[in-house]
């Protein structure tokens, strides 16, 4: 009898110990496994997220769920039902968030997202770990291949731009100088991670740096930026997807006129009832095309704090002004003009407010904006304001 109780406990503890090595040889044979460190709880769910598209890059809501794991007591976790790919694959891991749709993805402030963009090459195990509050600034992959390594760099990289432009930062919109600090400051952390693309030799990072310039999809300030990108990858990887849809988008009749243009010779209405045409209202040197508004706070301050310093020191060696006004009420326009001391130049407007067809030739909707053309129309830099633009015109009025 003794012995009979003596095997039927062995024979538990040996189905114990043989159902615990399956638990145990689950959780460790996975190709994406991990550890998240910070878990409060059991039940923390991580999710694997394939985009459909470039667009659905790094985009909340849009992504696929195609896996999901459960974190354990001890922060370990292993997708269980990954697809067969053929060839490397791009995935996002995922924090679930409280009260959010599995494919929620955190985009506002990189130092909070919740989720980290990976490439994963079936058969070849990723083994991955993570902090809870930091998600993808704190991600690390044990021997990354090239291409994760340079997805980390490219995640550092965003990081730093964002602390070091964007982050704590608060501008006061209604004030011109306000929003055009806020432009600015934009444009520098986007500047960051448009050379990180310019210069990596990886395609699926770079198309991350470029949907991180503008997780809202809006490169009007940056279409230069797209064209090159779709140049630069059309020669290397033709046929990926992502190239295509991105050469789609970057077709330069769909953007705005870009520097190196020359830009358009449109006949303007004016304030005094004429018409201009542009290319013969080019100064000798350097033209500003501005398009502003009475009622765009930023215009008016770089009207009186900007222009009108600079056409009085050098209108005379050859700098003109060329100004487009969104306006629909032409006293308002006229009183603004008078004002800021813009009458100084030539003013032109179809008195159609946002739907000037000025805009819509130059494919532009926003202001304040302005290009700066050479004496034969060529466009040498555009949307350059305050103090950049003051040094931008000292330097070109100075060259010997």
């Known amino acids: 009898m003794m012995y009979k109780m003596i095997t039927s406990t062995f024979k538990k503890i040996t189905i114990y110990f043989l159902i615990s090595g399956m638990v145990v040889s689950c959780q460790t044979h996975s190709d994406i496994s991990g550890k998240i460190e ?94 809870t509050n930091e998600f993808q600034k704190s991600f690390s992959v044990e021997q990354p291949s090239e291409a994760n390594r340079a997805l980390l760099d490219l995640r550092d990289v965003h990081q730093e731009a964002y602390l070091t432009h964007l982050a704590g930062k608060q501008w006061d919109i209604e004030d011109g100088s306000g929003l055009l600090e806020k432009e600015h400051a934009i444009s520098q952390f986007q500047a960051e991670l448009i050379e990180f693309a310019d210069n990596t030799p990886h ?121 487009y006004g969104l306006e629909s009420d032409a006293a308002r326009w006229r009183a603004a003009v008078e004002r800021d001391g813009a009458d100084r130049w030539p003013q032109a407007s179809d008195l159609q407010g946002d739907d000037a067809p000025f805009l819509a030739q130059l494919r532009i909707q926003t202001i304040p904006a302005n290009f700066i053309v050479d004496d034969k129309g060529i466009i040498v830099a555009k949307n350059v304001h305050g103090s950049a633009l003051v040094q931008l015109v000292n330097d070109y009025m100075n060259i010997p």
């Open 203 to 323: 395609l699926i990072p770079a198309m991350i740096a470029l949907r991180w310039v503008s997780p809202e999809h809006y490169y009007e300030r940056v279409p230069e930026f797209l064209v090159r990108q779709c140049n630069k990858w059309q020669q290397q990887q033709p046929g990926h997807p992502w190239v295509v849809e991105l050469c789609k988008i970057s077709d330069p009749a769909q953007l705005p006129v870009l520097v190196g243009d020359v830009f358009p010779n449109l006949n303007l209405p004016t304030m005094d009832n004429d018409t201009l045409a542009v290319q013969n209202e080019l100064g000798s040197r350097l033209t500003i095309i501005d398009l502003w508004a009475s009622w765009c706070a930023p215009c008016r301050k770089e009207n009186r704090e900007v222009l009108v310093p600079l056409w009085d020191q050098y209108h005379e060696q050859g700098l003109q002004v060329i100004a």
């Open 38 to 131: 910070g878990t409060t709880k059991e039940g923390t769910i991580i999710y694997l997220i394939a985009p459909p598209s470039l667009r659905g890059v790094g985009a909340t809501y849009h992504g696929t769920v195609i896996d999901s794991a459960v974190v354990d007591a001890e922060g370990h976790f292993g997708f269980r039902r990954l697809p067969e790919f053929e060839g490397p694959k791009f995935l996002e891991i995922a924090m679930k968030q409280t009260g959010k749709a599995p494919n929620y993805l955190h985009t506002d402030d990189p130092s909070r997202s919740n989720y980290m963009p990976i490439i994963w090459r079936p058969g070849e195990p990723l083994v991955i770990s993570a902090r």
